[in-house]
């Protein structure tokens, strides 16, 4: 059901669906970036994003603040709170219209939803707390004694609107500060029938606390507004889905009530859901899918890291194994595809980025095959900032045009060698999509695949649409041919003379 979503809310139904990162960690802020997504929408239109996941849009601690560190779920930069009226990205006005835009171009938008925590309360409150073990949460290595924490949350400059729920420290199952003696440490809050939550990542034997003042999501209270808020933010806002934070902190039952509410009372029964649950562990991640009782995607952090280690190992990795122990191939339907993004970047403390070189190879594998939904990163596609810039990948617009335009049909493998590996899409002409494509990609010398395309394509002079590999492939009378890619590299080969081929070496 990944690609649902896109069905029902879409406007390109007749194409594959691919969807943007639209942000990366070091994206100009300033209350510049709504704006700045909606001058691009066009021509990301264009070329074949069909779905873009929007960076946070509720205001957060910091004005200028990414958003993770969130503050107040209402407020989409409309109330003057922490330090003005935009968030980092925009005001609630620009979102709309930059959402608006986006539909019109046949591009639906996810909201990232930052449910497990609260930073940037309004006041102290004393409380009853114990310090828990970092290692161990479930080990106690105090006894209970009054803390101050910030767990206050008024809302002063939004007031009641939209919510009446103003949080204390009722509402959290732990913080990390004690501002009586500013000593810092992970306090378990005491209350009758309060506990860390059971359905999260067992990483520290309990890993429902991750930062900030954990919110309970067992208190029925916080349950409902959330809920509601997930109800409110789509209708406000006219998206068609969300990217959870953090899903592996967060009880599982209540992303699953989340999810089944938002669908069952708002017009999108097929709403889409991705969680970031990032851990290299398959069967974690089915545990988790097989427990939450409704459709659900997660992002393939298996296969990210498979690609990193492809890409560090250069002509020694064996590409026949780029699949193995991933969601993609154990169960595509819920599988979210990944080269990289903004928590794994360059400059990131949880850095985990993906050779540049390897980049192009990893981007066609997810882009130009049928399983998975693939998610291109936008440090990827426009590069990124801060202190260790990077540059953008190249042709990487290209690719996703590729798809757009010829990754249909059938699909035939040819992986027959650990260094150059090959497969065809076959197209669809009963789909209006007769051209299909040829693929090859090595991480080693200069290598070819002898590969069918169909004898309906005999004589047919066929050329690498990204310019990699020079020449032409004459396609033989029994349909085969050999196909060329450059060491290192991918090549795309498309008949010469399809419909959009055109189209390819425009800028991103």
């Known amino acids: 059901m990944s690609s649902h979503a896109n069905e029902a809310y879409s406007g390109k139904k007749d194409q594959n669906y691919t969807m943007l990162q639209a942000f990366e960690w070091y994206a100009e802020g300033g209350g510049k970036h709504w704006k700045h997504i909606e001058k691009l929408v066009p021509k990301l239109a264009d070329a ?10 509720t205001k957060a601690a910091n004005q200028n603040s990414v958003g993770y560190d969130i503050y107040d779920v209402y407020d989409l930069g409309e109330f003057d709170q922490k330090g003005g009226i935009r968030t980092n990205w925009g005001t609630k006005e620009e979102l709309i219209s930059t959402i608006k835009k986006a539909k019109e171009e046949g591009i639906v938008c996810y909201v990232d939803a930052v449910l497990n925590h609260r930073f940037g309360a309004d006041k102290v409150e004393t409380f009853a707390a114990v310090e828990v073990d970092n290692d161990d949460r479930t080990k106690e290595v105090s006894e209970k004694y009054d803390i101050k924490g910030w767990t ?14 103003k949080y204390t420290f009722n509402h959290f199952t732990g913080v990390d500060y004690n501002h009586e003696n500013e000593k810092t440490a992970i306090y378990k809050i005491h209350g009758e029938g309060k506990d860390w939550a059971q359905g999260v990542d067992n990483e520290n034997q309990n890993y429902d606390y991750l930062m900030g003042a954990d919110i309970d999501h067992d208190h029925p209270d916080v349950r409902a507004d959330l809920i509601n808020w997930g109800k409110w933010v789509t209708e406000q806002l006219g998206t068609a889905g969300f990217r ?10 209540f992303i699953a009530d989340f999810v089944k509410s938002v669908r069952a009372e708002t017009d999108k029964p097929k709403m889409f859901a991705v969680g970031e649950f990032w851990k290299d562990s398959l069967t974690d991640l089915e545990e988790y899918l097989d427990g939450l ?65 390897f980049k192009p190879l990893a981007y066609a594998l997810i882009l130009l095959r049928p399983s998975g939904y693939p998610c291109v990163f936008w440090g990827d596609l426009y590069g990124t900032k801060g ?122």
Not at 152 to 165: C, I, M, V
Not at 416 to 431: A, E, F, K
Not at 432 to 438: F, K
Request: net charge negative; proline share 5%; aromatic share 10%.
């Open 48 to 57: 074949g994003i069909t779905a873009m996941w929007l960076p946070p849009p």
């Open 152 to 165: 206050g949350f008024e809302f002063p400059g939004r007031g009641d609107k939209y919510s009446k729920l």
């Open 244 to 253: 959870f934070d953090a899903v592996k902190h967060i009880d599982r039952s």
């Open 293 to 357: 009782g409704t459709q659900f995607s997660v992002f393939d952090a298996p296969l990210h890291y498979n690609f990193k280690e492809a890409g560090d190992g250069g002509s020694s990795y064996d590409l026949r194994a780029i699949w193995d122990g991933t969601v993609v191939k154990k169960r595509p339907i819920d599988a979210v595809t990944l080269v990289e993004n903004h928590e794994y970047q360059v400059g990131q403390a949880l850095e985990s980025a993906v050779n540049p070189a």
């Open 387 to 508: 202190e260790n810039p990077q540059q953008p990948i190249s042709q990487l617009a290209d690719l996703i045009r590729a798809r757009k335009l010829f990754a249909y049909g059938e699909l035939r493998d040819y992986w027959d060698h650990m260094n150059c590996v090959g497969w065809v899409r076959m197209g669809d002409p009963q789909h209006g999509r007769p051209d299909g494509c040829a693929v090859v990609i090595c991480n080693g010398d200069e290598g070819f695949k002898h590969m069918e395309v169909g004898k309906e394509h005999a004589d047919e002079r066929w050329t690498d649409l990204l310019g990699w590999h020079d020449g032409e492939v004459v396609i033989g009378k029994d349909g085969w041919a050999d196909f060329r890619c450059s060491p290192m590299s991918v090549s795309v080969w498309v008949n010469s003379t399809a419909k959009g081929r055109q189209e390819f070496g425009q800028k991103n």
